[in-house]
């Protein structure tokens, strides 16, 4: 079963619960009130969760750079948790006679494939970037504007 999805802006349904129709005499405070947003309602006896100002590192960084954000009261994490996403490339790397050897390639020189491999360890194989960088400072090959070449090497 599919679950509906609250709406972008929130709607406030104000339900009262509890029957003090008869008894006028109680104060707002002790009216107990019953929230809708979306799906999920929310009673005015819950208490609200507590949040504080607490301060992370992330392994992501090798630097140790503490930054600060807001989390749930009590809840502590080991590592950030958005650490796991940062990814880098193990770099490869060639002698000049593994390139003589099993490299070379009609159109492309060892310099032009050095540089490529730099720029997809540098900008972390984004080729919409490296694609950019490379036509904007060199003459572009009828094969080389792809990333056909760096995948033959790897």
């Not at 599919?2 to 104000?14: A, D, Q």
């Not at 009261?73 to 948790?81: I, T």
């Not at 009609?106 to 970037?129: H, I």
Request: aromatic residues 14%.
């Amino acid at each position: 079963s599919s679950v509906l999805l609250p709406p972008l802006v929130p709607t406030f349904t104000r339900t009262r619960a509890g029957n003090d129709n008869n008894n006028r005499s109680n104060s707002k405070k002790n009216r107990i009130y019953r929230i809708k947003v979306g799906n999920k309602t929310i009673s005015s006896i819950k208490p609200c969760r507590k949040w504080e100002w607490a301060a992370f590192t992330t392994s992501a960084r090798s630097d140790g750079q503490e930054f600060r954000h807001w989390v749930r009261a009590g809840l502590e994490y080991p590592d950030y948790p958005y650490a796991r996403f940062d990814i880098h490339l193990d770099h490869i790397n060639y002698t000049d006679e593994e390139y003589s050897n099993y490299l070379q390639h009609k159109t492309w020189t060892k310099s032009d494939t050095d540089r490529l491999m730099e720029l997809a360890r540098v900008l972390e194989l984004r080729w919409v970037v490296i694609y950019d960088r490379w036509i904007s400072t060199s003459f572009c090959y009828n094969d080389s504007c792809d990333n056909n070449h760096y995948y033959k090497i790897e």
